[in-house]
């Protein structure tokens, strides 16, 4: 069965540069949610979008911004890194109505130098 | 603000022991999903219970929901040196596709 898909697995970036994470969501999936989880932490969840709108949004910093394409993947930008961004990035997908839960990606393990 | 509360935090155990790992909320919800971490990798979904008084099994592992208590276990039985692993619990507070709120996680040890 497909997955979750998260592009780049590992990502290596200085201090103040940009990255920018990808997800491809389950097929027919509605809603994708971004989680951060730093080391030896909970998942936090930062956004989420639902058919492609803004839905949710917790403890996502103003120098990340992220949005969901009409192909329904996200992409997750960060910019002016800071060394306590690193961290594993998921994302997550989900149906309405369907009772199954939530689907994690394999994350990006993001390491800021 | 839904909190969620998982305990033990840390549970280092013998193989062929029995523990329960408890995870408490503060919403009303009747949506809960444990999830199982290995170091440095996803997050693995091992239930959903979606109702109260349901029980779920898999293998070693028994989970269950209260949500009259906002109280779910998982019931560890016999114990093997592969369940070592995180275990966190989550909420969806609303009921229907909206953000999970997670659990501290609980790291087990299973010890020889």
């Known amino acids: 069965a497909a997955g979750v898909i998260q592009s780049p697995r590992h990502l290596i970036k200085e201090k103040r540069e940009t990255a920018t994470l990808k997800c491809y969501p389950i097929?027919?999936?509605?809603?994708v949610y971004w989680y951060q989880q730093g080391p030896g932490q909970d998942p936090q969840f930062l956004i989420s979008?639902?058919?492609?709108?803004?839905?949710d949004k917790g403890s996502i910093p103003d120098r990340f911004s992220a949005q969901q394409f009409s192909d329904y993947h996200s992409e997750l930008n960060m910019s002016s890194l800071e060394l306590g961004d690193s961290a594993l990035y998921f994302c997550a997908s989900s149906l309405l109505g369907l009772e199954y839960g939530y689907t994690f990606g394999s994350g990006t393990r993001l390491t800021v130098v | 603000e839904l909190k969620v509360e998982q305990n033990p935090l840390f549970l280092s155990m013998q193989e062929g022991k029995n523990y329960t790992i408890y995870c408490n909320y503060s919403t009303t919800s009747d949506r809960l999903y444990w999830y199982r971490q290995d170091p440095g990798k996803s997050l693995e979904s091992l239930f959903v219970?979606?109702?109260?008084?349901a029980v779920k099994q898999e293998g070693r592992l028994m989970a269950s929901l209260d949500t009259k208590a906002r109280l779910s276990t998982l019931h560890i039985t016999a114990a093997v040196h592969d369940l070592s692993a995180t275990y966190f619990c989550a909420v969806d507070p609303y009921s229907g596709n909206t953000p999970l709120v997670f659990g501290k996680g609980t790291r087990l040890s299973v010890i020889a």
């Open positions: 979008f639902y058919e492609k709108m803004q839905s």
């Open positions: 097929p027919r999936h509605d809603t």
């Open positions: 219970l979606l109702s109260n008084g």
